[in-house]
């Protein structure tokens, strides 16, 4: 027998005999090249020396697993020059030099590895016929070659967290064609350069509002056009927003909290009272307060007033946890199960679980963090920041410049985050100017409008805004002109960008200048430094979204790999996606 349609084999190879079970099909092939090519010397011997047996998984065939029994020659070789006086022959096309399985198992395997998890991948293989160890898998992903290198016109570039808030890295996007060409081991404009400079044929370069990425294309890459990314302009704008609605929260409508209005009324029901009274810690005179284990004093804003501000926002933070853990503990003691607690107060089962095993309200101490805390970038420098400190110097801005000049790398607002807990160790200071005006009591079971809510609703377009979103923007705009002004601003932002009104930028940065609102006009001085890239988004049909996209799956790829990967076999598959 020599050649099977079920079983190809390469030019020269010949099929023996054929061992049939239940579960496995043995077959021998034997080569029949009447010579080969030494592997150290080149030259060819038709001189056999002996022969041998190699055995050889090959890809499963109708239920069973197939083994190749190779007759593998061996010659002499008779250059006098060559180290190496015998040789196996080489069989390239049908097994690799020393390997157990076939190319073509080999890359079935690699396909499957590109597909799951290593770990999957081991307990899958099992089910298709063949067998495959995880740690072997991921030996064989990591020979993958990568892709030929092709040109790119239009390029896409953005960042992803290897690592969140420790290690970051960056991917590159061919956009015409939708393919990923590389990932990067950094961000930083000095890990992007060397890549850019081997591609001086791009034209455009789709990127985020990151000066990294904008700083290197500009100093390798003068004549490509840069094209910030519309979605994140959109975003910085909202960002905007809603820092300047967290100053003005007494703008933003009233809207019902039907669950808090519910429990409300079944926890005065249970303690005999009116249905209209509040658990809130800060109550009308007129009303009267619930009778609890965990009864609080009343707070007053003259209480808070006296305290900094870092014990202000634990106080006000505790009395809305506190109020929590008495509406969920009402609907446990009525009968209602956990998870339905959960989903009525939209919190975490393990919240849940851990105020009703509590014999009282679960405090956050000092001593018991909830999370314990690592390593930080800012450990090197606490020594001189310490000392600065106490020298006088506790300005958050100066002390960041301090620092960033010795070498410090990380965030600012991972030092204001420590400064915070060292002013709450300074002794309170007395509030200066005028008294603060009495804080008005909410309606009962309603709550105001939250900030994200208000400043999503300011950039959607009207036509896709509810009866009900109608309304909340029409408060907004009549309780302060300033908010009217600036929604106007705002819309007519989001269609500059959609419509591609590249010639209305100018004109919209001067009117938004000129409202003197200090988050806007934040907004507009950062347009302002990068306003080629943003004036490209508003006219160039190039957008970002696909390296977006890229991005997203990239973190689905981590997520089944249990976020374990390191770069290089994330590299691989990415850049190898089945």
């Not at 009402?330 to 939209?346: D, K, N, P, S, T």
């Not at 923007?473 to 009217?484: G, K, M, P, T, W």
Request: hydrophobic letters at 35%.
């Amino acid at each position: 027998m020599e050649r099977s349609p079920f079983l190809p084999l390469p030019e020269g190879m010949i099929i023996g005999q054929i061992e049939i079970t239940a579960a496995q099909l043995t077959v021998e092939v034997t080569s029949t090249q009447p010579s080969a090519c030494c592997p150290e010397c080149g030259y060819s011997s038709d001189h056999v020396h002996c022969q041998y047996q190699r055995t050889v998984h090959d890809v499963p065939c109708g239920g069973r697993n197939i083994m190749l029994r190779l007759g593998v020659r061996k010659f002499s070789c008779w250059t006098a020059t060559c180290p190496r006086k015998v040789f196996a022959e080489r069989l390239p096309d049908l097994v690799q030099p020393w390997a157990r399985v076939s190319n073509r198992l080999l890359e079935e395997l690699k396909a499957i590895g590109l597909a799951a998890s290593a770990e999957v991948s081991e307990r899958l293989a099992p089910r298709l016929g063949m067998k495959v160890k995880a740690p072997t898998l991921l030996r064989y992903l990591r020979t993958i070659k990568d892709p030929p290198k092709a040109d790119v016109t239009v390029l896409g570039i953005d960042d992803f967290a290897i690592r969140r808030g420790d290690k970051y890295a960056t991917i590159l996007i061919n956009v015409e064609t939708g393919r990923p060409l590389d990932l990067l081991p950094d961000r930083t404009a000095e890990a992007v350069k060397p890549w850019l400079s081997t591609h001086p044929e791009i034209r455009v370069v789709n990127r985020d509002r990151a000066s990294a990425f904008a700083d290197a294309v500009s100093q390798i890459l003068p004549h490509a056009t840069q094209v910030a990314d519309r979605y994140h302009l959109v975003q910085n704008l909202r960002e905007h927003l809603q820092q300047l609605l967290d100053h003005k929260r007494t703008c933003l409508p009233f809207v019902e909290d039907t669950t808090l209005k519910s429990t409300r009324a079944s926890l005065a029901e249970k303690a005999g009272l009116p249905s209209d009274l509040t658990l809130n810690t800060v109550s009308h005179p007129s009303s009267g307060t619930l009778p609890s284990e965990q009864q609080e004093v009343p707070s007053t804003e003259a209480d808070l007033s006296c305290l900094t501000y870092a014990d202000r926002k634990k106080k006000i933070s505790r009395d809305k946890r506190l109020s929590r853990y008495e509406e969920v503990m009402v609907l446990y003691r009525e009968g209602m199960g956990q998870r339905a607690i959960a989903r009525e107060f939209h919190l975490s089962r393990n919240t849940v679980r851990r105020y009703v095993s509590s014999p009282t309200f679960p405090e956050r101490t000092e001593d018991s963090p909830r999370r314990t805390k690592g390593a930080s970038k800012l450990d090197p420098y606490l020594p001189y920041l310490r000392e600065q400190w106490k020298a006088g110097l506790q300005n958050n801005t100066q002390l960041f410049a301090a620092i960033k000049a010795r070498g410090y790398t990380g965030c600012q607002s991972l030092l204001r985050r420590l400064l915070t807990e060292w002013r709450t160790e300074l002794p309170p200071k007395r509030r200066q100017g005028s008294p603060r005006k009495p804080r008005l009591v909410e309606q009962k079971g309603q709550r105001r409008l939250s900030t994200r809510s208000a400043s999503f609703l300011m950039i959607l377009p009207s036509e896709k805004l509810k009866a009900k979103d109608k309304q909340h923007v029409e408060h907004i705009c009549q309780a302060s002109s300033d908010l009217c002004a600036i929604y106007v601003l705002s819309q007519e932002f989001v269609t500059m960008l959609k419509e591609r009104q590249a010639e209305a930028l100018d004109s919209w940065l001067t009117r938004a200048k000129a409202c003197h609102v200090t988050e806007l006009t934040s907004f507009v001085n950062g347009i302002r430094r990068d306003y080629a890239a943003v004036r490209a988004a508003c006219s160039s049909e190039w957008s970002n979204g696909i390296t977006e996209g890229h991005v997203n799956r990239l973190k689905f790829l981590k997520r089944q790999m249990f976020g374990r990967a390191h770069l290089d076999l994330l590299r691989v598959k990415v850049l190898h996606a089945v």
